[in-house]
């Protein structure tokens, strides 16, 4: 099993970004998480159980994800970011089963300058 995620990088306030995270092996990407410095991480955006997608307040009308499910790839298009947005991301999938194993991907950082 394999989560990789990229796309990260140093953009302005008011630019764009978009983070891929791709997956090897039977797992399910669920979703995004980021950690920005000195603060606990946090939800980003998540698929839900139904198939529809749950995005944290500050993520709404500024970010969008994703699937592409025949190269099981799920992407988080980020628009108007701000130096708040600032933070490693981390991509989070599931394995099967009943009691299914978590995993993280390595992370990516994002980093917007005023």
């Known amino acids: 099993v394999q989560l990789q995620a990229s796309g990260g990088g140093l953009v302005q306030a008011g630019d764009s970004l978009r983070l891929s995270c791709s997956a090897s092996g039977n797992i399910f990407i669920m979703g995004w998480y980021r950690q920005g410095p000195g603060k606990q991480r946090e939800l980003v955006t998540t698929f839900t159980n139904g198939g529809s997608t749950n995005y944290a307040d500050f993520a709404k009308g500024r970010f969008t994800i994703s699937r592409d499910n025949v190269g099981n790839t799920v992407y988080l298009q980020m628009n108007s970011l701000q130096p708040e947005d600032t933070a490693v991301y981390y991509c989070?999938?599931?394995?099967?089963?009943?009691?299914?194993?978590?995993?993280w991907g390595q992370g990516t950082l994002v980093t917007v300058s005023s």
């Open positions: 989070k999938a599931k394995g099967s089963g009943t009691l299914p194993a978590l995993y």
